[in-house]
Nanobody
Framework: QVQLTESGGGLVQAGGSLRLSCAAS????????MGWFRQAPGKEREFVAA???????????EHTDSVKGRFTISRDNAENTVYLQMNSLKPEDTAVYYC????????????????WGQGTQVTVSS
């Protein structure tokens, strides 16, 4: 069974930064898309970003419009870990952030996700 474990969430003031990590076990990163979703209480889970290796050491990445220029997804295949660097955080970014794995980024945008992590809380104060 593939497991995804998130870490790095916490409380930060508006304008601050956090770096989320997702460690994967039971699967390599080389042939799967990995990404992040977020969900606030009472709201739908939304796509944030995803990355996939499309050739040797070459990654294709997508970020949803609301985080472009502020968030950056990256991965370390040697560690089977995906990261989300979050800068210039806003209170609207407050949510539980979930790591996810799927067959491709387009599929993940459709929420066709194969595996979910347990989530890590990110709270941004004014």
């Amino acid at each position: 069974q593939v497991q995804l474990t998130e870490s790095g969430g916490g409380l930060v003031q508006a304008g601050g930064s956090l770096r989320l990590s997702c460690a994967a076990s039971g699967r390599t990163f080389s042939s799967t898309a990995m990404g992040w979703f977020r969900q606030a209480p009472g709201k739908e889970r939304e796509f944030v970003a995803a990355t996939i290796v499309v050739r040797y050491n070459v990654e294709y990445k997508e970020h949803t419009d609301s985080v472009k220029g502020r968030f950056t997804i990256s991965r370390d295949n040697a560690e089977n870990t995906v990261y989300l660097q979050m800068n210039s955080l806003k209170p609207e970014d407050t949510a539980v952030y979930y790591c996810a794995a799927g067959a491709g980024i387009a599929a993940m945008r459709r929420k066709a996700v194969d595996y979910w992590g347990q989530g890590t809380q990110v709270t941004v104060s004014s």
